[in-house]
């Protein structure tokens, strides 16, 4: 019963004069439930259900107070590939919303996330990376992405990626690279400067703004690994 329930508020939450009415009536725990133990199909409808609704602002606090960010990232973990995609557009606009992206960490989406990045076939690249964008302002994001051991797959994607790649690779690199100088020492050995300048050249407008502020963060790196050496030699 659940799931035809679901499937039903899935095609009503579509028309947006609808999307309040199942919010207000209480719609959203019982979706989130069907997130939890219904069948693949019921997982990835509610999962779709969520994304539509996560659409007004309003709704992505109450959505993730229902505690459907951890079944989320479950769910891009083992769906179907329409079931990762619903996923993961449904996680990318809720964790506009500040306070759900400590939630999205404790339930381990940058593993899953970079899992995502280096899968053959590579399906899920583009959501995966933008979702990493917005989770590398967060500082528990730069952390997790940090340990993840994320720098050479960044680095690649801004070296091969598609435009959109580029851009949201270097957008989560200089997050990474703001905080913590290992980060940039490991770009610089990865080769990171032309492909880095080729982007600050010829990228999308964000793409370029990323790079030149990467580059002036490697600037500044080298400047003072300059100084450091230099008095310890004088």
């Given at each position: ?20 009415n ?11 439930h ?54 993961v ?41 933008a ?38 690779a ?36 964000r ?28």
């Amino acid at each position: 019963m659940q799931e035809h329930a679901v499937t039903a508020l899935l095609n009503l939450s579509i028309r947006d004069e609808n999307k309040g009415n199942i919010v207000s009536s209480g719609a959203v725990p019982g979706i989130v439930h069907v997130l939890r133990t219904g069948s693949m199909e019921a997982r990835e409808n509610a999962a779709a259900t969520l994304f539509s609704l996560s659409v007004v602002d309003e709704y992505k606090v109450t959505i993730g107070a229902s505690g459907a960010i951890p079944p989320l990232v479950l769910l891009l973990n083992e769906g179907t590939q329409r079931g990762k995609k619903d996923a993961v557009t449904a996680l990318f606009n809720l964790c506009i919303y500040l306070g759900n992206k400590g939630k999205a960490f404790r339930a381990g989406i940058v593993p899953t996330l970079m899992q995502l990045l280096t899968e053959p076939g590579g399906g899920m690249v583009d959501e995966a990376l933008a979702l990493l964008a917005i989770l590398a302002s967060h500082p528990e994001g730069r952390a997790a992405i940090g340990t993840a051991k994320a720098v050479p797959v960044l680095v690649e994607f801004i070296r091969l990626g598609s435009p959109r790649n580029k851009e949201n690779a270097a957008a989560v690199l200089e997050h990474l690279c703001a905080g913590e100088q290992h980060h940039l020492s490991e770009a610089k050995e990865l080769g990171i400067m032309e492909p880095l300048a080729d982007l600050a050249q010829n990228g999308t407008d964000r793409g370029k703004r990323k790079a030149a502020q990467l580059l002036e963060q490697l600037s500044r790196f080298f400047e003072q690994q300059q100084e450091g050496s230099g008095t310890g030699t004088g």
